[in-house]
């Protein structure tokens, strides 16, 4: 942990120097006044932090060299559609568009069309560069309009334009990498459910002299959509599917992107991920991939698209904006009100339990709820005046475990036992910050597609313990995040917003009881690791959502009810879970998990580079 740590707090003052000019420092100061002064400060420890893999050099090392290029080039697709590129263009810098078309030029499939819609129509030495391209190649097709009608229908004005199968979305003044368009063909030549697909993407300055700020997104995540535009660029759909979604819609403007995104994938089968770095976000003053305080009004935009895809798709739901600029919350309102059975195991240890129930009785804003408190083989009379206690008390039940510890096998008895409809596994070590949070984990578990809900749980000094898990993390599964300053919000973002992942601790995490009996339960096998993992690969496989809520938080006591794994026995034991994960997940151990990225690390927590070869640290 202390290799984790190393770096948290210590800024680059460098790179801010190298960063600073006019423009910069007003931008500075927009952000001071939005956020005041401590919320600015923690975020510009984040944003300039040293990097353990400098994205400069490593991307040097990722792009493809020419061999690889000229291979692809070679490739004969046994399918090769139309990629119709839809670009709105409005007073282009004459350097910025070539720059564009070139990289359509360069790219190693060649079935494209560009499609241009010129909104400019006024400026000349635009309208020469174009008709000078399309003279060049008959791949490139201009409609000249007869005035600027605004970035949604110069859009739609492009994409009227198309005739390919796919359509895909370019900025006039970005760039897509010379193998975007290939690595698109061949993902969706290999399903042809896919119906919209999107890549990752870094940034790039004006003049192209450096890459930096890399997106590595997960697959698709229906809920960090609605937490954030993450799929953004480079986004591509079927062209049937873009004419059912409509084309964009000029109410949107600003998140006119977003909410076509979102309806896009509404009327699609399936959504694909390339998890390659193909499209370059070129940014400059005007632009919000550098300054997102020039275009507040954006960001209003985008929460009313988030409110529209929740009315199209019969999802209630309030929006609101987070203090971090085009993040919203999600908020989720209890429907009905069904009973909640929290299950927690416990032995021996009184002042953790004592402290755990007070913190129950105390945050919680939710009454149709019943504790079971599993016992598991106390031996101090303590613990026992302790439950004679709490006999008496409504809403609680005692039950008695009395073979070996097994966290999975108490689970599962405590599970059996419960009345409820929803099961909140808890550990006696945990204590609960956030009031309301029963209400807030019960509006996202009861959504028809989501089978668990987990939170952020924090370590007693305000770091953050866990903010969900990534699978192969550290070998089989680990927690994100840990260690890191709870104030942080971690890589876009990523600690502090709603989003689906692969698994969850079920130290604290609610699931729908007809989801955790259809998944079997725990895996009694897997008496104290990787269960609750286990558990949500299980769910997940089930086609149900594991989502994670850092809008629920708790204070945990990692491990205080079992004790240390320092016996010849518990190491073997250990060896025999990591065992059994690996021959039953290999699968999603060897391609990756898929709410992860594979250019990330797996040996580190805060969502950095995985080292290329020869980098420093050993890939797999």
């Not at 997106?215 to 873009?242: G, T, W």
């Not at 309102?333 to 021996?348: M, T």
């Not at 004790?563 to 060896?575: L, T």
Request: aromatic content about 10%.
């Amino acid at each position: 942990m202390s290799e984790n740590r190393s770096l948290i707090g210590k800024i680059e003052w460098g790179r801010i120097v190298k960063k600073l000019s006019p423009y910069t420092i007003k931008k500075g100061l927009l952000y001071l006044k939005h956020y005041g002064p401590k919320e600015f400060w923690i975020r510009l420890h984040e944003r300039f932090e040293p990097e353990e893999v400098p994205y400069g050099p490593w991307y040097e090392a990722y792009a493809p060299d020419e061999k690889t290029l000229q291979k692809q080039r070679a490739h004969a697709f046994s399918c090769a559609p139309l990629i119709s590129i839809a670009v709105p263009a409005y007073k282009t810098p004459p350097v910025f568009l070539r720059e564009m078309i070139d990289s359509l030029f360069a790219q190693t499939y060649e079935n494209w069309e560009l499609c241009i819609a010129n909104g400019s129509p006024e400026d000349e030495e635009m309208g020469r560069i174009l008709k000078e391209y399309e003279a060049k190649d008959s791949r490139i097709r201009v409609l000249n309009l007869k005035e600027n009608l605004g970035i949604a229908e110069n859009t739609n004005a492009a994409l009227s334009m198309a005739k390919g199968e796919f359509v895909g979305l370019l900025d006039h003044d970005d760039l897509l990498a010379p193998n975007a368009l290939y690595e698109i063909v061949r993902a969706i030549s290999g399903d042809e459910m896919i119906d919209a697909i999107y890549t990752d993407e870094d940034k790039v300055t004006m003049n192209l002299d450096e890459h930096f700020q890399p997106h590595l997104k997960p697959d698709f995540n229906l809920d960090l959509l609605r937490s954030n535009n993450y799929i953004c660029h480079f986004f591509a759909a079927r062209r049937s599917v873009v004419e059912k979604a409509g084309g964009f819609r000029k109410e949107f403007e600003g998140a006119q992107d977003h909410d076509f995104i979102f309806r896009c994938v509404e009327n699609s089968r399936r959504v694909g991920h390339v998890p390659e770095i193909l499209y370059h976000w070129r940014t400059h003053k005007d632009s919000t991939a550098d300054n997102p305080a020039s275009k507040m009004y954006a960001y209003d935009a985008g929460k009313r698209a988030v409110e529209a895809h929740l009315a199209r798709t019969g999802t209630k739901g309030s929006v609101s904006h987070t203090p971090d600029f085009g993040f919203f919350r999600v908020q989720y309102p209890v429907q009905e009100k069904p009973k909640v059975s929290i299950i927690i195991p416990n032995k021996d240890e009184k002042e953790a339990l004592v402290a755990c129930l007070k913190s129950i009785r105390e945050k919680t804003e939710y009454d149709n709820y019943e504790i079971l408190i599993i016992e598991n083989n106390s031996t101090t009379e303590e613990i026992f005046r302790y439950y004679k206690e709490l006999a008496g008390e409504p809403g609680i039940r005692l039950l008695r475990w009395k073979k070996e510890f097994n966290y999975s096998a108490i689970n599962n008895y405590g599970a059996r036992e419960a009345k409820g409809d929803y099961l909140l596994f808890l550990n006696n070590d945990v204590t609960v910050i956030t009031k309301g949070w029963m209400k807030e984990m019960l509006g996202v578990c009861q959504r028809r597609e989501v089978g668990a809900v987990g939170v952020k749980l924090l370590y007693p000094d305000n770091t953050i313990q866990h903010a969900g898990c990534v699978v192969g993390m550290g070998g089989v599964a680990g927690h994100m995040f840990t260690d890191m300053p709870a104030n942080r919000s971690g890589y876009l973002h990523k600690a502090s917003i709603l989003q689906d992942m692969s698994a969850v601790t079920a130290a604290c995490m609610m699931m729908k009881k007809s989801v955790f009996e259809e998944a079997g339960g725990f895996t009694e096998q897997l008496a104290v690791a990787f269960n609750d993992v286990d558990l949500c690969l299980k769910v997940n496989q089930g086609g149900h959502l594991i989502v994670y809520d850092p809008y629920v938080q708790l204070y945990h006591m990692e491990s205080k009810s079992r004790g240390k794994e320092d016996s010849r026995e518990k190491v073997v034991r250990f060896q025999n879970e990591i065992e059994y994960m690996r021959s039953h997940w290999g699968e999603i151990l060897k391609k990756g998990d898929p709410y992860y990225n594979k250019n990330l690390s797996l040996t580190k927590w805060n969502y950095s580079l995985r080292p290329l070869p020869g980098m420093g640290e050993k890939t797999r």
